[in-house]
């Protein structure tokens, strides 16, 4: 069997986002995506079904900024 692709949303934290996550998440070949968000989104949330109450229960979605600070 072939590996599984690595995919991401960004702007998960978006009507979009979520539902190109769900998506993401019911294909066989897929790995669970990376959730990416903006900088400027909520610091405090850091799991996306945090935000939309329907992932919950699931399994953890994690969020992450775009851009690693290379410092």
Do not use: W
């Not at 991401?8 to 669970?32: C, D, F, I, N, Q």
């Amino acid at each position: 069997m072939p590996a599984k692709l690595k995919t991401a949303v960004l702007g998960a934290t978006g009507y979009s986002g979520l539902e190109l996550t769900r998506l993401l998440l019911r294909h066989p070949r897929l790995e669970k995506p990376a959730l990416l968000r903006r900088q400027s989104d909520t610091e405090a949330v850091c799991n996306l079904a945090d935000i939309f109450p329907a992932l919950s229960g699931n399994g953890r979605y994690p969020l992450q900024p775009p851009f690693v600070d290379g410092a």
